[in-house]
């Protein structure tokens, strides 16, 4: 992908994640947030990358499902699978996979609350979170190969 393809899949997921958000804080059912919630306690103990990537993929599926329209949720799933990738290029050291839980957590208990507005919030902000992290490494990577020069 192109730095202007990441940039589009970024531009364009953001609002998707927060429209899934809102959508999901409206229709989710009992059955779906108690699977999230078992599905925060393995996000927690594990420390595995591989297997953390997976088990955040289940979540955002969880989720999508949630949100009761096929359409958008293929869309965020492809969107995702885009960008997923470029998790396994991120530092092992990055702020990414530790923020997950308390984000995850802080939704669960939005959806809980059925308070919409931040439904629509917090996943914005984890894709930021995202975002920013990718950035980071981007720019480390390119200031760490420009000094070859």
């Given at each position: 992908m192109?730095?202007?393809?990441?940039?589009?899949?970024?531009?364009?997921?953001?609002?998707?994640?927060?429209l899934s958000g809102r959508f999901a804080g409206e229709r989710i059912t009992t059955?779906?947030?108690?699977?999230?919630?078992?599905?925060?306690v393995d996000i927690k103990r594990e420390k595995n990358r591989k297997e953390l990537i997976r088990l955040d993929a289940e979540f955002h599926n969880v989720i999508n499902d949630s949100i009761k329209n096929k359409t958008?949720?293929?869309?965020?799933?492809?969107l995702r699978n885009q960008i997923g990738r470029l998790w396994f290029?991120?530092?092992?050291?990055?702020?990414?996979?530790?923020?997950i839980p308390k984000n995850f957590e802080d939704l669960i208990a939005a959806l809980e609350q059925r308070d919409v507005k931040s439904c629509e919030q917090i996943?914005?902000?984890?894709?930021?979170?995202?975002?920013?992290?990718?950035k980071d490494n981007l720019y480390v990577e390119v200031k760490d190969t420009s000094s070859f020069t």
């Open positions: 192109s730095f202007q393809d990441l940039k589009d899949v970024f531009e364009i997921r953001l609002f998707l994640v927060g059955e779906e947030l108690t699977n999230l919630k078992e599905l925060l958008l949720a293929l869309t965020l799933e492809r290029f991120a530092k092992e050291n990055d702020r990414y996979p530790s923020q996943p914005r902000n984890h894709a930021m979170l995202f975002i920013n992290q990718i």
